[in-house]
Structure formats: structure tokens, C-alpha cells
């Protein structure tokens, strides 16, 4: 190479590499805590604003993560709560590596799996596969555990849709998806977070023994909720923003994160847009927001757990919001509106 041609192809190099797309944040053992708000993007006048207004509702906890720090953070983020639903998006990231090796085949039938239940499924009922459960399209309406009044009220009759044609959130898919996931793997859902999840991604505070299977004679196919806090979430959320990688590593099937935080679809039934596989999932041009009040571009997805429990991943924006609320007692609790005018003030702090 002629030597004038060398400064100027580093000048060029050296330019390049200053133009180029820093390489995302992640926590290490902790979450980094931004000094300032505006260093991240964020008044701190306005984000005030929106820890007033939490502090009207029954907000026990909020996290703001931007570009993998810590914008604002405030009540027990510490503290363990129970996931409630939220359960169910840790279980569809599970789903990734045995479907991905095979041990699992999202094609196949209960019939196929043995799957059964107290008062029995029909034929037609058998035909239900796997990812129909994931969808939350089984058409079996036989009775769940932990199954909400608000549930049970909008359940279908029992034999009233085929396999795979209705959109109904119904906790007897989500069960049988873990009896599915432990018989297929031999492995128990709460051991399965720590080893597949929580260790890889560092959470600070989750333990196996967090986890507690809801059982009872209505059903064969237990519940799986489990306790968490705010700033695990925040982690489980900052590793689905990414794909399933974590600072290099990929702890989930990018693919898989993919397809299960897609529209596959519509969730007028619960006034909401979209839902995917265990995640809701934004869709602008459907009936509902994804949430009440606030206007979210399409990509973003969220885990969702009775009484206000969110975990909001915003990619485009690069961003993730935890809301967590005590549900452990009677008291009062945060609805989808309340919750999205929480975001919507959270996002109007950008600068």
C-alpha cells in the first residue's frame, strides 16, 4: 500500500468508529442508577410528575430502564411480589430451546401427548397442538386453576369452538403448557427459570423456591406463579428487548423471541390489540391500544399479571418499564387505564 494512502484510510477508520452504534448496556451484578435523569434523555421534572400521579394509584413500584440504565426508580423494586400472569411469558421464553431441539413439536396434538383432563376431552378437543396453547387457541374450555372472575366470565361454553379458530385467554392453555414443558424436558418451571433465565442474565434476588404450583380438583394442570421483584423484571425485560442476548451471550433463541412477541392474534375479547405467544404484543391498527391512553409503536410487547403487574418492553425506544403493585392482600389495584397514563407520562419525560 502506498504510503499516503495509510493516514488517510485511518482517518477514515478512526471516523467510522466514532459514527458507529455504541454496543447495548447490560447490568452486571447490579443495575447501573443514572445520575441524572436528563444524562439519559428524561426530565426530572416530568418524571416527578409521574411518580406523583403513581403515588395516586396503588403503585408498590416502578422501574424506567433506558439503553440499559437505570433512569428512574422508586417504591420496593426490592421486594418480592407474586408474578401472578406475568408466569406465563417466563414459561413461553422457556419454550424456545426444546422446541428449537426438537423435544418439542409445536404441531403436535394432546391426543398425541396424552394430554387429558378431570371431566375428560372429546376427540376434537385432542386435536388442540401445542402451539394453539401458546396462542391461547385451544377451544378447550374445560375448568382452570387460578382462573380470574373476570375469566371464568368470558370463558366460552365448553365444545363451542374448534381447535385453533378462537382467541380466548385461557388459563387451561397456559397450565397444560406446563405440564407439556416438564414432561417434555424433566424439568420443573422454577428450576428451569434459575438455571435457563435467572443465572445468565444475573438476576439479584430469584430463587427456585420463589415458585409455588397451584393445585385443586377443578383441573389436572397446575398453576406456576412464582415471586419476583421489580429489578429482576427489569432484567427479564432488557433480555427480551435484545432478542434473547445477554452482553454476547444468547441465553434465548433470538428466532424464538420473535415469533412468540408477534401478532398472531386479535385481543378485542380483553380490549387490548394483539397477543402472541404468552405476550401481548402491540398492533395499532386493531380495535384497542395496547394500552389505554397512550399511543406505543408497533414492535412493543408486554407481560401482563392481575391487579397491575406490568413488564413493558419498548424496542424502537429502547426501553423497559416495570410496574409492580401488592397483591398480596385485599386493597386496591392498578388497572390497564391507570397504568397507561403512567406510561404515557413516563414517555412524555423524553427529551
Known amino acids: 500500500m502506498p504510503r499516503p494512502l495509510l493516514p488517510f484510510l485511518l482517518f477514515l477508520l478512526a471516523g467510522a468508529l466514532a459514527g458507529a452504534t455504541p454496543p447495548p448496556v447490560f447490568p452486571g451484578a447490579q443495575w447501573t442508577v443514572a445520575a441524572r435523569p436528563e444524562d439519559q434523555g428524561f426530565s426530572a421534572e416530568k418524571l416527578a410528575a409521574a411518580r406523583a400521579y403513581s403515588e395516586t394509584i396503588a403503585t408498590a413500584a416502578v422501574m424506567v430502564v433506558r439503553d440499559g440504565v437505570v433512569v428512574a426508580q422508586w417504591g420496593d423494586v426490592a421486594r418480592k411480589f407474586n408474578t401472578h400472569s406475568i408466569r406465563k411469558s ?29 371431566e375428560g376431552l372429546t376427540e376434537e378437543e385432542k386435536k388442540a397442538t401445542v402451539r394453539d396453547c401458546l396462542k391461547a387457541r ?4 374445560h375448568p382452570a386453576l387460578y382462573e380470574s372472575a373476570g375469566m371464568k366470565k368470558l370463558k366460552p361454553p365448553r365444545h363451542s369452538e374448534k381447535a385453533g379458530t378462537h382467541w ?5 392453555d397456559f397450565n397444560v403448557a406446563g ?20 443465572r445468565p442474565i444475573g438476576m439479584e434476588d430469584y430463587s427456585p423456591a420463589d ?42 433463541d433470538a428466532a424464538w423471541v420473535d415469533e412468540s412477541t408477534r401478532y ?59 410496574h409492580r403493585v401488592n397483591t398480596d392482600g385485599a386493597g386496591p389495584r392498578v388497572n390497564d387505564r391507570e397504568f397507561g397514563r403512567l406510561v404515557r407520562l413516563i414517555r412524555e419525560a423524553r427529551q
Open 138 to 141: 385451544s377451544g378447550i374450555y
Open 264 to 322: 398472531h392474534s386479535d385481543a378485542t375479547l380483553y380490549a387490548c390489540d394483539g397477543y402472541g405467544y404468552m405476550w401481548w404484543v402491540a398492533r395499532r391498527h386493531n380495535k384497542h391500544p395496547h394500552l389505554p391512553g397512550v399511543e406505543l409503536p408497533e414492535g412493543t410487547f408486554s407481560a401482563r399479571g392481575a391487579g397491575g403487574h406490568f413488564v413493558l418492553v419498548i424496542p424502537p425506544e429502547s426501553l423497559v418499564i416495570v
Open 90 to 118: 417466563f414459561l413461553s421464553a422457556l419454550y424456545g430451546a426444546p422446541v428449537g431441539s426438537g423435544v418439542i413439536k409445536l404441531d403436535a396434538t394432546m391426543g398425541e401427548l396424552g394430554i387429558d383432563d378431570v
Open 211 to 252: 415458585g409455588k404450583y397451584e393445585r385443586g380438583a377443578e383441573s389436572r394442570h397446575a398453576a406456576y406463579p412464582f415471586r419476583v421483584t421489580a429489578r429482576d423484571l427489569a432484567r427479564f425485560g432488557w433480555l427480551m428487548l435484545h432478542r434473547g442476548n445477554w452482553a454476547g451471550r444468547q441465553v434465548l
Open 179 to 198: 405440564t407439556i414443558y416438564e414432561r417434555a424436558t424433566g424439568r420443573g418451571i422454577f428450576d428451569a427459570i434459575a438455571e435457563d433465565i435467572a
Open 168 to 172: 380466548y385467554y385461557n388459563n387451561w
